[in-house]
């Protein structure tokens, strides 16, 4: 009689069978998504995240202020103001209607002037944090394409209603102040 059991309980119930193929069906459509994942993390490994710009024509705010965020200063900027200048030599004075800075991720930039009589100014310019104020760095004198130059000028800003901020000049060998606003430039 036990040798009878053994083939009794040997047989496979249609429920038995039923449960293998299902368990066969699940374990190969389980390695066809393992395979899937691997290949989808590849190609996810595979891709490289760039952080894309800021927006060119957005306004200064107060967060990248707070942060200290010179990619804020990313595209080109309007200073506003009628800038003059006097001639040392001649004393022939030129007002500056138009300048304006551009800048890119990391606040190096350039800088363009023209007077009122077609004199373009031009040279770099780097935005730099010190203390609570943003400043514009001119390594020199602003050459001008008459052979002229605009003195040196030390550049503060501050925070300014609008996303602007409003700008003091200072030209050390003249004693030259000035005051103007920097916003962003139309596009």
């Known amino acids: 009689m036990p040798i009878l059991q053994d083939r009794v309980s040997s047989c496979r119930t249609p429920q038995a069978i039923s449960t293998a193929e299902t368990l066969q069906v699940s374990t190969l459509r389980?390695?066809?998504?393992?395979?899937?994942?691997?290949?989808?993390e590849r190609e996810l490994a595979a891709l490289q995240?760039?952080?894309a710009p800021p927006d060119p024509n957005a306004p200064l705010t107060p967060e990248g202020w707070d942060n200290r965020d010179l990619a804020m200063l990313y595209g080109c900027w309007d200073l506003d103001s009628t800038y003059r200048t006097r001639d040392v030599d001649t004393?022939?004075?030129?007002?500056?209607?138009?300048?304006?800075?551009?800048?890119?991720?990391?606040?190096?930039g350039t800088?363009?002037?023209?007077?009122d009589d077609g004199t373009l100014c031009e040279g770099t310019v780097r935005g730099a944090f010190q203390g609570e104020?943003?400043?514009l760095i001119e390594p020199g004198n602003l050459a001008c394409d008459d052979g002229g130059y605009i003195h040196q000028?030390?550049?503060?800003?501050?925070?300014?209603?609008?996303?602007?901020?409003?700008?003091d000049t200072l030209q050390p060998e003249t004693s030259g102040k000035a005051q103007v606003g920097f916003a962003r430039a139309p596009s």
């Open 30 to 40: 389980n390695t066809d998504l393992q395979r899937r994942i691997f290949e989808l």
């Open 49 to 51: 995240c760039v952080k």
């Open 91 to 108: 004393g022939t004075i030129r007002t500056y209607a138009d300048w304006q800075m551009c800048f890119d991720l990391e606040g190096n």
């Open 111 to 115: 800088q363009t002037m023209r007077a």
């Open 133 to 135: 104020g943003l400043s």
């Open 153 to 167: 000028r030390q550049i503060s800003c501050v925070p300014a209603p609008q996303g602007r901020a409003t700008c």
